[in-house]
């Protein structure tokens, strides 16, 4: 089992209020404000490649499960409010061969650094990650230093596998301006899903280009509760920088509810330009009205450059419409249009389970001097039990199918059942 012992400047804060070396009435609100749980994650992945040629490999399929520790203490009652969020996390194999191998369930089976399958291509049976990060606070502003989640449109850290992704670095939240708030960072290592040890930062689209470094600043405006403006950018040094702009808008019209986003994100390269000269130009957009239980969404996108969307490799883009579960429509010129349809069948009288059905198709890039096209179609089903001994206990299908000229057909399924127990 690997272990990646705890490095971070929240320990000694934990340590004062344990010993006592910090006031009684700061260490009761570290303490009785803090919170922790357990996540139970069983995970099955099959991904069928059918238009597999031998010796390529011809399917990945792997079980594992997982186990996800989050804890958050309190602040301490002091003019510097000091904190610490920890994180722990191990993954066990169930079941995998190195024929069937490199679901990112497990590690073992690729070389990340260059991309292809080991020489041994086994996944290794056990592994195991954790970090921490010390958080201060004043007023409305809050500093986070050591391991983090973050959730913003630029860095949003990806949690599509067994164990989550987390970085390295330091984040600071400024809430001080009513309607305002205010973001920024830096991120200098990643933990990546399926890996433990934190190494440089790859890019999407470009894997073999890394940097340890990336520098964030954002903000956004909310004038109304209906109403959401935001402008972002961010810089991989010497590979890429770019700049979202994004809005939201909903309308509440008798028992419907509108809404739309449209998103802007401009890529060019930075600095020695380790991934060459880059040109993406993404603008997406979204409407969907909902009614009831059922909601409908149509989307658009289109990358009027001429270089694939440059990325922090592994993580989600919320600033892209049109990247869903396993394709991001990002290619150089490449435009897409999507239809998703959202139902709770709670309105049906069936509380806990809900889908969505949603179809994307891409077409105007270049596949060897031809011009390419693509789909991916998505079915997503979860449902939760409402009561009883396995009261909330939550089970969840993903079934993708894709087809295109550079992906060619692939199915996949992914089962997830998944259990949160409150620690505290």
């Not at 010796?55 to 309190?74: D, N, R, T, Y």
């Not at 470009?206 to 004038?223: A, K």
């Not at 490799?313 to 239809?339: C, K, M, Y």
Request: aromatic share 12%; hydrophobic share 35%.
């Amino acid at each position: 089992m690997q272990f990646r012992p705890l490095r971070s400047p929240s320990v000694p804060v934990l340590a004062l209020c344990v010993t006592g070396l910090l006031p009684a009435c700061a260490r009761a609100d570290f303490f009785e404000d803090s919170k922790a749980n357990l996540t139970l994650r069983n995970f099955y992945y099959n991904h069928d490649l059918r238009d597999s040629t031998p010796p390529a490999q011809s399917k990945i399929e792997e079980w594992a499960q997982g186990f996800i520790l989050k804890a958050q203490s309190g602040y301490t009652d002091t003019p510097v409010a000091f904190g610490v969020d920890l994180y722990a996390g191990l993954g066990l194999k169930l079941d995998s061969s190195p024929d069937r191998s490199g679901s990112a369930l497990l590690p073992g089976a690729y070389n990340r650094a260059g991309g292809p399958r080991n020489a041994d291509p086994s996944s290794e049976n056990q592994y195991s990650e954790a970090t921490a990060a010390l958080k201060m606070k004043i007023s409305r502003t809050e500093l986070k230093v050591g391991g983090l989640f973050p959730k913003i449109p630029l860095v949003y850290a990806g949690d599509s596998r067994l164990l989550p992704q987390f970085f390295e670095g330091a984040m600071l939240d400024v809430n001080e301006l009513e309607h305002f708030s205010f973001s920024l960072g830096q991120m200098r290592q990643v933990n990546y899903r399926e890996f433990s040890g934190s190494r440089d930062m790859q890019t999407g689209n470009y894997l073999n280009v890394t940097s340890d470094r990336f520098n964030y600043l954002g903000g956004t405006w909310n004038p109304d509760p209906s109403l959401s403006l935001g402008i972002w950018g961010g810089r991989l040094e010497n590979v890429y920088q770019q700049t979202l702009y994004t809005g939201t808008k909903f309308v509440d019209v008798g028992s419907w509810r509108l809404s739309g986003t449209l998103n802007y994100l401009d890529s060019s390269e930075s600095g020695q330009a380790r991934a060459g000269v880059l040109d993406s130009r993404m603008t997406s957009g979204l409407l969907s009205a909902a009614h009831g239980f059922q909601k409908v969404t149509m989307g658009y996108q289109f990358n009027a450059g001429d270089s694939a969307l440059p990325f922090l490799h592994d993580t989600d883009l919320p600033g892209v419409a049109n990247a869903i579960q396993v394709l991001r429509f990002d290619r150089a010129r490449e435009r897409s249009w999507q239809a998703r349809y959202d139902i709770d069948f709670a309105g049906l009288g069936v509380p806990g389970l809900s889908a969505f059905t949603r179809y994307v198709y891409g077409d105007n890039f270049q596949v060897n001097g031809h011009a390419g096209k693509e789909w991916e179609r998505n079915l997503d089903v979860s449902y939760v039990i409402q009561s009883g001994p396995l009261k909330d206990l939550a089970l969840r299908w993903r079934n993708v199918e894709i087809q295109g000229d550079v992906t060619k057909r692939r199915d996949e399924n992914r089962v997830i059942l998944s259990y949160t127990f409150a620690l505290k």
